[in-house]
């Protein structure tokens, strides 16, 4: 499997905009903000995505990415999220990268932030690679005790795709 054939530097964002705790108004309700939260950090995640070329069409693809979230929770615990999403708005395989050093709220099971974010559209009638990718990005975590941080404190996008490319 060669990650930089489908990961390209701009398909990585290294700082994301949404999703920090200090952004919860305090006046309304926790859950509601909570989830707008969630919103803004998929709907970042579909900007990216977009920038593939293999989303037909990002507003549904994004509805689509907030419809797996609702029903569970895409982030593993650890600081890791992986979104793996399957349907008829994609129309190629493709992955995404982004991370946040502060971390971003998105309903982690350990209840921590997340702070790297993997991502993995595929149609739904080829979805042999999607199942490939993310069991190599569940093993890759669990296997390599110094991913994270490397990840994490990466300089730039080539690095994150080097880091990637050398696991394999």
Avoid at 118 to 141: E, N, R
Wanted: some cysteine; overall charge negative.
């Amino acid at each position: 499997m060669h990650i930089s054939r489908y990961l390209k530097p701009d398909f990585i964002q290294l700082g994301m905009r949404c999703g920090h705790m200090d952004e919860i108004d305090e006046e309304k309700n926790y859950e509601t903000e909570l989830w707008r939260l969630k919103t803004e950090v998929i709907s970042e995640l579909a900007d990216l995505f977009d920038k593939t070329g293999i989303i037909r069409n990002k507003t549904k693809f994004s509805t689509e990415m907030l419809n797996y979230e609702k029903s569970s929770s895409s982030a593993t615990g650890n600081g890791v999220a992986v979104l793996d999403i399957r349907s008829m708005t994609p129309k190629a395989m493709g992955l995404i990268f982004a991370r946040s050093q502060e971390g971003v709220w998105f309903d982690a099971t350990d209840k921590e932030p997340v702070h790297i974010f993997f991502g993995i559209a595929c149609p739904s009638y080829d979805t042999k690679k999607a199942q490939h990718f993310y069991k190599w990005i569940a093993q890759s975590f669990l296997q390599e005790d110094w991913l994270p941080s490397a990840l994490l404190y990466a300089n730039d996008e080539h690095e994150i795709i080097a880091i990637l490319s050398s696991l394999q």
